[in-house]
């Protein structure tokens, strides 16, 4: 079962040994604190790691105004657009602002998409989104250095286990003839 926003903000509180709330709209410190952190916590997280469950394939629609210079066109990102993962045929670009500068007359995107939705979330995102607000909460509610720290510790190795797991989530990765790999093997 999917974890809420209010239980993954427990969670956090919780490892802290802090007070846990009924929800984000409680008038309490912790509450108010989560409310506000939660959501930058959430979208950090999801832009450091290529969550399977936030990657989106789209076809990225041309802006009508082109660039100043530099680039023949100009592509509006999505509004949930957190970080830029692919462009199809490693077609040259640059992101820039809201926007994805490049000479293409058509560009196919994957991306890393924002989630609000907290019942799309992969078990380890929300380990790792508990650890880190628990990290990003430790100081204003504890004030130790050592659960910041722990939390930190913790935060790392969900990302480290997440990056593990999508090693083995797809087809193994080969490389091109000619590679640096095939000249060492070969001396």
């Not at 040259?92 to 995107?109: C, I, K, M, R, W």
């Not at 991306?111 to 019942?119: C, F, G, K, L, P």
């Not at 380890?124 to 508990?130: D, F, N, Q, V």
């Given at each position: 079962?999917?974890a809420?926003?209010?239980?993954?903000?427990?969670?956090?509180?919780?490892?802290?040994?802090?007070?846990?709330?009924?929800?984000?709209?409680?008038?309490?410190?912790?509450?108010?604190?989560?409310?506000?952190l939660?959501?930058g916590v959430?979208?950090?997280?999801?832009?450091?790691?290529?969550?399977?469950?936030?990657?989106?394939?789209v076809?990225?629609?041309?802006?009508?105004?082109?660039?100043?210079?530099?680039?023949?066109?100009?592509?509006?990102?999505?509004?949930?657009?957190?970080r830029?993962?692919?462009?199809?045929?490693d077609?040259?670009?640059?992101?820039?602002?809201?926007?994805?500068?490049?000479?293409?007359?058509?560009?196919?995107?994957r991306?890393?998409?924002?989630?609000?939705?907290?019942?799309e979330?992969?078990?380890?995102?929300?380990?790792?989104?508990?650890y880190?607000?628990?990290?990003?909460?430790?100081?204003?509610?504890?004030g130790?250095?050592?659960?910041?720290?722990?939390?930190?510790?913790?935060?790392?190795?969900?990302?480290?286990?997440?990056?593990?797991?999508?090693?083995?989530?797809?087809s193994?990765?080969?490389?091109?003839?000619?590679?640096?790999?095939?000249?060492?093997?070969?001396?």
């Open positions: 079962m999917a809420t926003e209010t239980e993954l903000c427990n969670e956090a509180l919780a490892f802290l040994g802090a007070n846990l709330i009924a929800s984000l709209a409680d008038a309490t410190d912790e509450a108010r604190r989560c409310k506000q939660y959501p959430r979208d950090a997280v999801l832009r450091q790691h290529p969550w399977r469950c936030a990657i989106v394939r076809s990225l629609a041309l802006d009508a105004t082109a660039p100043v210079y530099g680039w023949a066109n100009k592509f509006r990102l999505p509004a949930d657009y957190l830029l993962l692919e462009v199809q045929d077609t040259e670009h640059q992101v820039e602002g809201n926007f994805v500068l490049s000479d293409a007359a058509t560009l196919n995107v991306y890393i998409r924002r989630i609000t939705n907290t019942t979330f992969d078990a380890l995102l929300s380990k790792a989104i508990g880190r607000l628990a990290a990003d909460l430790a100081s204003s509610l504890t130790l250095d050592t659960k910041l720290k722990a939390a930190l510790t913790l935060y790392s190795d969900a990302i480290t286990e997440a990056r593990a797991v999508n090693l083995m989530e797809g193994p990765l080969t490389m091109p003839e000619g590679s640096w790999v095939e000249n060492v093997r070969n001396g």
